[in-house]
């Protein structure tokens, strides 16, 4: 029961994603504007397909273990829940961070990327 619970938990915050998908899009508009340089442009380009990238393999992974009984960890489970949406957070930082304020938020997105990845890595090591 706990385990349909947690993976209808991601199921929902990824179902949130095409939403945010669709303003990022305006965002990198933004974000191209004066005040950025084509680096931050192309650096949150590649950000929003990593992104995308882990919301398909969170998807799959809920899809999976909804089906499955046994889970590994909930620990683990939270653990990969609170690294992805602080991922989602930084992401959108970088969308929106000022010239004096880029290299902070490509750090703090690049940190959280890390740690999502580790997360991952403890439930599914053989996807390293």
Same mark, same amino acid.
């Given at each position: 029961?706990?385990?349909?619970?947690?993976?209808?938990?991601?199921?929902?915050?990824?179902?949130?994603?095409?939403?945010?998908?669709?303003?990022?899009?305006t965002?990198?508009?933004?974000?191209?504007s004066?005040?950025? !340089?084509p680096?931050? @442009?192309?650096y949150? %380009?590649? *950000?929003?397909? #990593?992104?995308? /990238?882990?919301? =398909?393999?969170?998807?799959?992974?809920?899809?999976?273990?909804?089906?499955?009984?046994n889970?590994?960890?909930n620990?683990?489970?939270n653990?990969?829940?609170?690294?992805?949406?602080? !991922?989602?957070?930084? @992401?959108?930082?970088? %969308?929106? *961070?000022?010239? #004096?304020?880029? /290299?902070?938020? =490509?750090?703090?997105?690049?940190?959280?990327?890390?740690?999502?990845?580790?997360?991952?890595?403890?439930?599914?090591?053989?996807?390293?």
């Amino acid at each position: 029961m706990k385990t349909a619970l947690i993976a209808i938990a991601i199921l929902t915050m990824i179902g949130a994603l095409p939403a945010a998908a669709g303003a990022a899009d305006t965002s990198v508009q933004t974000a191209t504007s004066a005040d950025s !340089t084509p680096y931050q @442009a192309t650096y949150i %380009q590649r *950000a929003r397909s #990593d992104m995308q /990238e882990w919301q =398909k393999k969170l998807k799959d992974f809920s899809e999976r273990t909804a089906a499955e009984a046994n889970r590994e960890s909930n620990a683990a489970d939270n653990d990969l829940k609170a690294a992805w949406a602080k !991922t989602q957070v930084e @992401a959108g930082k970088l %969308q929106t *961070a000022s010239a #004096d304020g880029w /290299e902070s938020a =490509k750090i703090s997105f690049e940190k959280a990327s890390r740690e999502l990845s580790d997360a991952w890595d403890k439930i599914r090591p053989q996807d390293k």
